[in-house]
């Protein structure tokens, strides 16, 4: 059975760091991963993807500020946050998807598994 758990989530005041984490167990092949963040009243957002291959894609808010990266022999992918504002305030959420290709997802509904949510509080 595929499981996702996030952590690394807390308070940060604004311009700081956060280190989340996404431990996966389950999978028999390979797959791909997203963040994803949404806030209270608003609409789930994609934050970034790494394929199977590694590929990377973000979206335009956060570039130059996280960076993904996935640690295939502890089988998790690492979302660090670095100069983080009061808008990056969201519960961060991993998905996975059974996938071998270099194509990242942008679409919630392309992953079926989520992980149970994070929460990342920026402090302005």
């Known amino acids: 059975q595929v499981h996702l758990v996030e952590s690394g989530g807390g308070l940060v005041q604004s311009g700081g760091s956060l280190r989340l984490s996404c431990a996966a167990s389950?999978?028999?092949?390979?797959?791909?991963v997203a963040w994803f963040r949404q806030a209270p009243g608003k609409e789930r957002e994609f934050v970034v993807g790494?394929?199977?291959?590694?590929?990377?894609y973000y979206t335009d808010s956060v570039k130059g500020r996280f960076t993904i990266s996935r640690d295939n022999s502890k089988n998790t992918v690492y979302l660090q946050m670095s100069s983080l504002n009061a808008e990056d305030t969201d519960d961060y959420y991993c998905?996975?998807?059974?996938?071998?290709?270099?194509?990242?997802?942008?679409?919630?509904?392309?992953?079926?598994?989520w992980g149970q949510g994070t929460q990342g509080t920026v402090s302005s």
């Open positions: 790494i394929s199977a291959t590694g590929t990377t």
């Open positions: 998905a996975a998807a059974f996938s071998s290709s270099d194509y990242v997802a942008e679409f919630g509904r392309e992953y079926g598994y």
């Open positions: 389950g999978f028999y092949s390979s797959y791909a």
